[in-house]
């Protein structure tokens, strides 16, 4: 699939500005902290590492924002060397499958320096299942520019669409009286719960 390039002459901008990236991936890094720290309490529980709750938290929460450090820097960097706004393709599938690995030995080595292999491997297998079912950096299908002429499509509504989208079942509608209560197949007031 074609990326969305820019003329060579132009100077490349982001379509997504800098503050939004950092929020987002702040937001994304707070949201995998609370899973990557459910998953280490578990396997400290499982093994009997004996790590208390405090450094589970602070190891999940310091992994998750390195990851998301390593990865929204190496997504910029390529979009900025193809001069593009798409930087999915293999570089950044390389990048996103060693960058939870990096996080999670730097994270291991920083906090809990006994158990360095398998928090690295705990974190790099959260991280794969994640990546694998819904990141999936690979995926060059829909570049950015469809995407956002998708978002702005506006769609007439003819009757014969309408009529097919009713008998899709993709749209539905209640029946309405003269007095705007909803009625059965029969005619019959269903009544307000």
Not at 68 to 80: F, G, H, N, P, Y
Not at 151 to 168: C, G, K, W, Y
Request: aromatic residues 8%.
């Amino acid at each position: 699939m074609k990326t969305t390039e820019q003329y060579p002459d132009e100077r490349w901008r982001p379509a997504i500005p800098l503050w939004a990236l950092a929020s987002g991936r702040a937001f994304m890094a707070l949201l995998y902290g609370v899973g990557l720290g459910i998953v280490t309490g578990i396997w400290s529980a499982l093994t009997r590492a004996g790590l208390s709750i405090d450094r589970v938290v602070a190891f999940a929460i310091m992994a998750a924002v390195i990851r998301e450090v390593i990865d929204a820097a190496a997504s910029r960097l390529i979009m900025r060397a193809k001069r593009s706004q798409d930087p999915e393709g293999s570089a950044l599938t390389v990048v996103t499958l060693i960058c939870p690995a990096i996080a999670g030995s730097v994270t291991a080595a920083l906090l809990l320096s006994t158990s360095i292999l398998t928090l690295t491997l705990v974190t790099w297998i959260f991280y794969l299942v994640i990546i694998i079912t819904l990141e999936k950096p690979w995926n060059t299908t829909l570049n950015h520019e469809e995407m956002m002429k998708r978002s702005r499509q506006v769609r007439l509504m003819t009757r014969e669409h309408f009529a097919d989208e009713i008998q899709d079942g993709r749209l539905s509608f209640s029946e309405i009286d003269a007095e705007g209560n909803y009625v059965d197949e029969d005619g019959n007031r269903i009544e307000a719960e």
